[in-house]
């Protein structure tokens, strides 16, 4: 990979981050690979290869939408972090099975161990009431309403 290739994919994602008004989930990936990198080296060094090798070349070379190739980028980390399944919430709340990125959809990765918190994939530019309590309760732990 080269430092043209990052800096492509970067202007890309910028673009459509822009375009969009989607949220940066850049951050959030860059905690779940600290978590990832401090329990699993080897999990680590497959979702940095997959950054390097697979992510920013697709990106960079036009052949992925950026926020999507993004958010699948962030489901291949939960799933590196925790065994389970990725859903995606609409507005209303309701729960679909992750079949790719869906504007205005928060998409969050729940754990097949109950006693693990729901993982953060994605971000929609705002969040329903529904959306909100639905990431309050599954991602943050929050029993009460705001």
Known sequence: M???VTRDADRK????LEASGARDPR???RDR???LKRSDAQGYEEAVAYYRETLLPSIAGGAAEPLTAWTEYGRILAQAVAAGRTVSVDSGGKAHPF???VEGHL???LPDDQGVRALLVGLPP???DAQRATYDVLVSGKQRAR
């Open 107 to 109: 998409v969050l990765h």
């Open 2 to 4: 080269t430092d043209d």
């Open 99 to 101: 079949e790719g990125r």
């Open 126 to 128: 705002e969040l329903s």
């Open 13 to 16: 994602l910028e673009e459509a």
């Open 33 to 35: 690979l600290r978590e």
């Open 27 to 29: 951050e959030f990936y």
